[in-house]
């Protein structure tokens, strides 16, 4: 399974973006890249999944350059209500015969002041 | 509405007890797992399902049980050869495996059971 490296922690401010950068040197070629959201005492949340490129949703946007070594999750104009643990996955979700499921990391930290 | 649903919030035992922990989906998801979580780690996968009547371990299988005898239902069994059971855990399902190439699903999480073991 490709092994992921992000920071174990960030600080902000409201209003700000932010980019939270993952590495993830050995990625497969059937891998796909997932982040998540916690907030204390509740279960992730989906955030955002992409491939290549860039993807974006209502919430985020994902970028993964060409070699997909790397990938950053960037949260436009945070509000103190982002404040949460982001994990970036990487691996194939799909479960064939063989296949693992996705491994949660520590995460990053994010921390948004007023 | 639709979700995953984890009982009890908070649960309480004495060492040497077994105890079950509950999770149910109505999202008709084929995959289910569960995850133990310890204060200010992540996610470490201990069982997960891709459908009925199976079952594979995780990263930290061993002093767990589960069974999958119905599509909704996933439950945990944290036995008493579980050196440190003291936890936060997540249940959490999937639509499940696919075959096509560009299929991938997202997990969606229950609200956890906090289990402490004294």
């Known amino acids: 399974l490709a092994k992921t490296t992000q920071p174990i922690s960030m600080d902000s401010y409201e209003g700000q973006e932010v980019n939270i950068t993952c590495s993830h040197n050995?990625?497969?070629?059937?891998?796909?890249i997932t982040w998540y959201q916690q907030f204390p005492s509740q279960g992730p949340r989906f955030i955002i999944q992409g491939y290549k490129t860039k993807v974006t949703n209502e919430v985020a946007s994902l970028f993964i350059p060409a070699d997909r070594k790397s990938s950053t999750l960037s949260l436009p104009r945070v509000s103190l209500s982002d404040t949460a643990v982001y994990y970036c996955?990487?691996?194939?979700?799909?479960?064939?015969?063989?296949?693992?499921?996705?491994?949660f990391g520590s995460g990053t930290r994010l921390q948004v002041q007023p | 509405d639709g979700g995953i649903t984890q009982s009890p919030k908070y649960l309480f035992r004495k060492e040497g007890q077994n105890v079950t922990l509950s999770c149910e989906q109505n999202l008709n998801h084929d995959a289910m797992y569960w995850y133990r979580q310890d204060p200010g780690q992540g996610l470490r996968l201990i069982y997960y399902s891709q459908i009925v009547n199976d079952f594979q371990k995780g990263d930290i299988a061993e002093g767990y049980s589960v069974s999958r005898e119905k599509k909704e239902s996933f439950p945990l069994t944290v036995t008493s050869a579980q050196k440190n059971p003291t936890a936060f855990y997540l249940c959490?399902?999937?639509?499940?495996?696919?075959?096509?190439?560009?299929?991938?699903?997202?997990?969606?999480f229950g609200p956890g059971t906090r289990l402490t073991v004294t």
């Open positions: 050995n990625i497969a070629t059937n891998d796909y």
């Open positions: 959490a399902s999937s639509i499940g495996f696919g075959y096509k190439w560009d299929s991938h699903y997202e997990q969606y």
């Open positions: 996955l990487v691996g194939d979700p799909r479960l064939d015969t063989g296949r693992r499921a996705l491994t």
